[in-house]
């Protein structure tokens, strides 16, 4: 399994948003960055991933499961973009912000601190299990 970080601005598509998709999930459209893309593009079916909410409130909310790997995205008639589907997993009890993260020495490398603008990010196994710790849950 593979770890990954999706980010969205909340009051454009927020963690609730995804928890009302229910199972179905929702296509992670509208990605126009070539890492992004290339990030989705090795994704596959069970990854797990943080859903982070980006300007407003700046923090990992919860946990998400890719459930459909990478496809043409719908929003674009530009055969060069992809995306991939994803459904809510499961809330973190508390949300890791973005300022926990940078205060950890343990995520100092974490794309979130270095690669801040990347839409979609990798996230190592152990910084997986940091930020699920910092969330109050398991891995």
């Known amino acids: 399994m593979a770890y990954w970080l999706f980010k969205s601005e909340p009051n454009k598509f927020s963690w609730d948003d995804l928890v009302a998709k229910g199972d179905a999930g929702e296509e992670w459209d509208g990605v ?9 593009r090795a994704m596959k079916v069970g990854d797990r991933g943080f859903f982070y ?8 909310v919860g946990i998400a499961e890719v459930c459909a790997e990478s496809h ?5 008639d530009d055969p060069r973009w992809d995306c991939v589907d994803i459904r809510a997993v499961k809330p973190l009890a508390r949300p ?6 940078k205060n950890d020495p ?14 979609v990010q990798p996230v190592t196994e152990e910084e997986w299990k940091i930020v699920c710790e910092l969330g109050g849950i398991a891995p």
């Open 32 to 40: 126009r960055n070539y890492l992004a893309r290339n990030n989705m």
């Open 72 to 76: 043409p995205d719908s929003t674009s």
């Open 53 to 60: 909410h980006s300007n407003i409130g700046k923090e990992v």
């Open 106 to 119: 343990r995520l100092s490398q974490m794309a979130l601190v270095t690669s801040m603008r990347l839409s």
């Open 96 to 101: 890791v912000t973005l300022a926990d993260v």
